[in-house]
């Protein structure tokens, strides 16, 4: 299976400030199916990005995912107090899927 | 607006069968992938499997001995039983919806299952 590395563990940045998470794959991703989800405190993930660039539905355009292969990176410009949260990358290119272990952001 | 409901017991007895059930509401269970995904306390997503709508599944290794995936589409909803459970199962789990090529759009709110005697 594939193992997602994503780093830094945890990333504090002040309001307005860009935050680059990164998402290693310890294989090629086919197709670079790769997602990106946030997930806040007692909260269910929410899907922010796949296929890596594409935005869901009703994501800002401040979110921007960007790689293939085995790299990719989340970029979120203009940081708000609202985008504190674990983000976690997940590949679906293969019929096994798997999760990265997450990044803490916190907006100082 | 299609939505999901996980449904179960939230105490399970070490070395019994954890089961739970994700409703789907709001659209059909056709041309969909449908996952089950955990999170112990403190920690990172799991995905434990899925079940795609034509009944092919797929498990993730670590627990394939132990995962069974069905659906029922009559009911619409599709479930999770996972066998020999020990403390370290205790999580929250989730149900989420996928499509080919996109990433898990819908998900349940998740419910918490805490494997102790």
């Known amino acids: 299976e594939i193992v997602l590395t994503q780093s830094p563990g945890t990333l504090s940045l002040s309001p307005g400030e860009r935050a680059t998470l990164s998402c290693r794959a310890s294989?090629?991703?086919?197709?670079?199916?790769l997602a990106w989800y946030q997930q806040k405190p007692g909260q269910a993930p929410r899907l922010l990005m796949y296929r890596p660039s594409s935005r869901a539905t009703g994501i800002p355009d401040r979110f921007s995912g960007s790689g293939s292969g085995t790299n990719f990176t989340l970029t979120i410009s203009r940081l708000e107090p609202e985008d504190s949260a674990v983000y976690s990358c997940?590949?679906?290119?293969?019929?096994?899927?798997?999760f990265g272990q997450g990044t803490r952001l916190e907006i100082k | 607006q299609v939505q999901l409901q996980e449904s179960g017991p939230g105490l399970v007895k070490p070395s019994e069968t954890l089961s739970l059930i994700c409703n789907v509401s709001g659209g059909p269970i056709l041309s969909y992938y449908w996952s089950w995904i955990r999170q112990p306390p403190g920690k990172g997503l799991e995905w434990i499997g899925y079940?795609?709508?034509?009944?092919?599944?797929s498990y993730t290794p670590s627990l394939k001995s132990r995962v069974t995936i069905s659906a029922d589409t009559s009911k619409n909803q599709f479930s999770l039983k996972l066998s020999s459970v020990t403390a370290a199962d205790t999580a929250v789990y989730y149900c989420a919806r996928s499509r080919y090529g996109s990433g898990m759009d819908v998900w349940g709110q998740g419910t918490t299952v805490t494997v102790s005697s």
């Open positions: 294989q090629t991703v086919n197709n670079d199916y």
């Open positions: 997940q590949q679906y290119g293969s019929s096994l899927f798997t």
């Open positions: 079940i795609y709508y034509t009944g092919s599944t």
